[in-house]
């Protein structure tokens, strides 16, 4: 009897050897399909980095796919036949071999798994088992929940790990959370070590070409690409952090730093994402430190809180939420992005640093994101699906599936606070208490009116007030609007006038 064929479609994000679609592959019969295609790469202007790290990692897996007999069929970027979207390759695939079977793994992108099904093709789609929780099991734990809470979540997901769990199922170090001691702004002296870098062997080179070629518009540069293509080199920026990063990480997570863009951070995001390293083993080697007395306990919960915690929390907001929760905007916002987000060209230093070393790496960490691009625009009323775009587009490691909610939701509170209970809006105090952004910039942090002022102050008092109404009954935000409340009236104006001063000059596309 001859035995049944299968077509194997592998993602640019599913580089994974022990990817579910790959399981039980029979080297005989089955094809796996790998493309590069135009519709992906540039339904956003993704950095020029970020499409040079996804070819050149596909180009490198589908190597050594081969090298263990496995039949692959790659479709280059710059293939004559190439028809330019992942559901026209699979129909084409599809009629060229007529196999039995095709089995995909289900998708980061709730478009890009629509447009597959929207092709009528019968599939076997297989639950994705690199995430610790599936989207069945995601949608059991949040029915009938009126609004989720990631910290409810993170501890299901402890005890179902068993990460950091005494013998009795509590907690080790007593509590679930110790996010209060990862809150350090970075002392004078403590130096972060160099970054590990990785140099583009023949295969990125070539990548690297194609990519100048076909996406010279794409915003962001390609000269300093670094990043880590195969297995063995994500193992190795891995096991770099484990030496080098990871005892200090956990306490300056959220500092912030002039001309330092990685401080003591990963950077494995984006490797992770593609699937060259394994969750479950960055957190057993984490917990391993943790009890080998090689770390302290804070910096090893906190790095699993992000892995299993919130990175899953935000992937089961997407598939549960999607496609509807793309289009929350809460507070209304209309504004535009300005232009300075796309080349760093704005006199505020926290912005022009955020802003020019997400342009020269595709990285920024997540309290540069959160706390400086993304307080700015939330505080200016930028509209959300903008905002959305330039960080699924800037980012190495953004896919929509993690890059949505955490910018939707955490950052914008455009979903009306389904992901978090509250704004994370804050003044420029905020940014000097984490950075030393301040002391170089043209604005006074100290100063909240002047024409000199840092834009964030105003702009924070601007937006408490302007969005009153749905803000004030939020028991987290109730000290924010006692402190409004006790300003002099003609402080309050005084604010409210250098506001929409500053917003005008948004809208007229003035950079400040
Ligand atoms: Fe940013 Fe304001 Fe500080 Fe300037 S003064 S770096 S704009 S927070």
Redesign the pocket.
């Known amino acids: 009897m001859n035995k049944a064929s299968s077509l194997r479609l592998i993602l640019g994000d599913q580089l994974s050897f022990d990817l579910a679609s790959l399981q039980a592959v029979d080297i005989e019969c089955d094809t796996v399909l790998m493309v590069e295609v135009m519709e992906e790469a540039s339904h956003v202007p993704h950095h020029p980095q970020k499409i040079t790290l996804i070819f050149s990692a596909m180009r490198h897996f589908a190597e050594a796919l081969q090298q263990r007999g496995v039949k692959v069929q790659y479709v280059k970027l710059d293939d004559p036949e190439n028809t330019g979207s992942v559901p026209r390759e699979l129909e084409r695939w599809r009629a060229l071999l007529r196999p039995d079977e095709i089995h995909i793994t289900e998708c980061g992108d709730w478009r890009l798994e629509q447009s597959i099904k929207d092709c009528g093709l019968a599939i076997k789609w297989h639950s994705d088992s690199r995430f610790l929780c599936s989207r069945a099991e995601f949608f059991t734990w949040a029915n009938g929940k009126k609004q989720l809470r990631m910290e409810f979540f993170y501890r299901e997901m402890r005890r179902k790990s068993r990460l950091l769990l005494n013998g009795d199922g509590s907690p080790v170090g007593g509590a679930w959370n110790f996010d209060a001691e990862n809150r350090k702004a970075l002392p004078k002296g403590v130096r972060p070590p160099s970054p590990a870098r990785f140099t583009p062997d023949a295969i990125t080179r070539d990548v690297l070409a194609l990519v100048a070629k076909n996406f010279a518009s794409h915003y962001g540069t390609l000269d300093t690409f670094d990043y880590p293509v195969t297995h063995a080199e994500a193992q190795a920026l891995w096991d770099y952090f484990l030496d080098w990063g990871l005892a200090a990480f956990g306490d300056y997570q959220d500092a912030m730093a002039c001309n330092e863009p990685f401080l003591f951070h990963a950077r494995i995001s984006a490797a992770l994402n593609i699937g060259l390293l394994d969750l479950r083993q960055l957190c057993s080697d984490v917990e391993s430190a943790y009890l080998s007395g090689s770390i302290a306990l804070n910096a090893a919960e906190g790095f699993i809180r992000q892995l299993i915690g919130w990175r899953e929390y935000v992937r089961g907001v997407y598939w549960l939420k999607m496609p509807d929760y793309a289009d929350g905007n809460a507070f209304g916002n209309s504004r535009s992005l300005p232009e300075f987000y796309w080349t760093g060209d704005t006199?505020?230093?926290?912005?022009r640093q955020a802003i020019n070393q997400s342009l020269e790496h595709a990285y920024a960490h997540h309290i540069q994101r959160l706390m400086?691009t993304g307080n700015f625009a939330l505080l200016a009323g930028i509209a959300p699906s903008q905002i959305c775009e330039w960080y699924l587009a800037i980012y190495m490691d953004a896919f929509d599936w993690v890059e949505l909610p955490n910018t939707l939701g955490m950052v914008m509170h455009a979903d009306g606070g389904y992901l978090g209970s509250k704004p994370y809006c804050a003044s420029?105090q905020y940014?000097?208490r984490m950075?030393d952004?301040?002391r170089?910039?043209?604005?006074?942090?100290s100063e909240s009116t002047t024409g000199d002022a840092?834009?964030?102050?105003s702009l924070y008092w601007h937006f408490l007030m302007r969005h009153g109404d749905r803000l004030r009954g939020n028991q987290r935000m109730a000290m924010i609007y006692k402190n409004l409340d006790h300003m002099d009236e003609s402080k309050q104006q005084a604010l409210w006038r250098r506001g929409e001063l500053l917003l005008a000059k948004l809208d007229e596309g003035q950079s400040f």
């Open positions: 006199q505020m230093n926290c912005m400086v420029g940014i000097k950075s952004y301040c170089g910039c043209a604005y006074k942090v840092c834009p964030f102050n």
